[in-house]
C-alpha cells in the first residue's frame, strides 16, 4: 500500500504532459500551415516589384530601349479602369511648356462656377487662342488679367489632388508637372471624374482641343483609326542654352473600340523633331494595343 501511495502523483501527471504534448504538435502544424516551406515569406514590395509588366507597359519599354530622352508616360483605359503609368528616369522634373494651358482654362472655368458668372466674349477669345493657336499672349493675359496670377492653377492642383504638380510663379511654362497628374486633369474633363466643373465648362474644353490647329496636331494623335475623336494639346520648349527640348503631349482619344486619356512627357530630346517622333511611336503603340488604330 506504500508503494501504491507514492506513485499516485507521477501517475495524475501522465495525462497534464500528454495534454501539453498534444498542444505543442498541433501548435507545430498550424505553423507550418500557415507558412509551409514551399512558399517563403515574401514582403508586399517584393511581390511588387516582381510583378511581370503589362503588355502596353512591355511595349513603350522596347521604343525607349534605345533611347536618350527621359520620359514619363501615363494612360487610363476607360474601358477596363485601369492606369498604366511608366518612366526611364523617375529623378527627372518634367515642365509642361504649353500643355499647361489646358489648366489655366480649366481653373479660369472652375472661378467663374465659383463666382456663378460665366465667360465673357473677351475670355473666350483669349481662351481660343490659347488652345487652339497655342498663343503664348494670350496665356499671360488669361492670368494676370482674368485670374490671380502666374500661380493661380494651383487652386485646380489641389482641387484634383494633382500632389505633384506646381505653377512656376515666373514663367508658366515651366511648371513642373508628372503624366500621372496630367490624367487626373484629363479624367476629370473627358469623363468628370472629381470634376470642379460642370458638364457643360467640360465639354467646352474639349471642343477646343479636339480643334486645335492642323500644324499642332501632332504627338497622341499618331496611329490613330480614321473614325477617331482626338481632343489634345500640345507643348514644346527649348532649353535655355539650346542644348535640348521640352516636347509633351496630352490628350482624350475615342474610337469604337476604345476610350482612354494619355500623357506624354519628354526631356533631354536634342531636337523638337526628335520629341515629337519619340512621342508618335509611343502613342501609335498604344493605339495599337488598345486597339484604337
Known amino acids: ?44 514590395s517584393e511581390r511588387l516589384q516582381h510583378q511581370p509588366d503589362s503588355a502596353l507597359k512591355q511595349q513603350w519599354q522596347t521604343i525607349l530601349h ?3 530622352s527621359d520620359v514619363n508616360i501615363a494612360v487610363y483605359n476607360e474601358k477596363t479602369k485601369q492606369t498604366t503609368t511608366y518612366t526611364n528616369n523617375a529623378s527627372v522634373t518634367y515642365p509642361t511648356a504649353s500643355i499647361v ?8 472655368l472652375r472661378m467663374t462656377q465659383t463666382d456663378d458668372t460665366s465667360l465673357s466674349p473677351t475670355e473666350k477669345s483669349l481662351a481660343e487662342n490659347m488652345i487652339v493657336d497655342s498663343d503664348n499672349d494670350a496665356t499671360t493675359t488669361l492670368l494676370n488679367t482674368y485670374q490671380d496670377g502666374y500661380t493661380s492653377p494651383d487652386c485646380l492642383f489641389s482641387a484634383l489632388h494633382m500632389t505633384q504638380s506646381k505653377m512656376d510663379p515666373d514663367a508658366w511654362g515651366l511648371t513642373t508637372t508628372t503624366a500621372l497628374d496630367q490624367l487626373k486633369l484629363l479624367n476629370a474633363l473627358a469623363y468628370g471624374q ?13 471642343k477646343l482641343m479636339a480643334n486645335v490647329s492642323p500644324d499642332q496636331a501632332w504627338g497622341i494623335s499618331k496611329g490613330l483609326a480614321d473614325n477617331a475623336t482626338i481632343q489634345l494639346k500640345n507643348g514644346w520648349l527649348e532649353s ?14 475615342q474610337t469604337k ?11 533631354g530630346n536634342a531636337t523638337e523633331a526628335d520629341g515629337i517622333d519619340l512621342i508618335e511611336s509611343l502613342s501609335s503603340a498604344t493605339a495599337q494595343e488598345l486597339k484604337a488604330d
Not at 494651358?101 to 480649366?106: D, E, Q, R, T, Y
Not at 535655355?240 to 482619344?253: A, K, L, P, Q
Open 1 to 44: 500500500m506504500k508503494h501504491a501511495k507514492k506513485n499516485r502523483l507521477p501517475l495524475l501527471l501522465v495525462p497534464v504532459i500528454l495534454l501539453f504534448g498534444v498542444l505543442i504538435v498541433y501548435r507545430l502544424v498550424s505553423m507550418d500551415t500557415e507558412h509551409p516551406a514551399t512558399s517563403p515569406i515574401v514582403s508586399l
Open 66 to 68: 534605345h533611347q536618350d
Open 101 to 108: 494651358k489646358v489648366s489655366v482654362l480649366a481653373n479660369l
Open 194 to 206: 472629381k470634376s470642379p466643373l460642370n458638364q457643360s465648362d467640360r465639354h467646352y474644353v474639349l
Open 240 to 253: 535655355d542654352d539650346g542644348s535640348s527640348w521640352i516636347v509633351n503631349s496630352i490628350g482624350h482619344i
Open 257 to 267: 473600340d476604345s476610350n482612354y486619356t494619355i500623357a506624354v512627357l519628354t526631356n
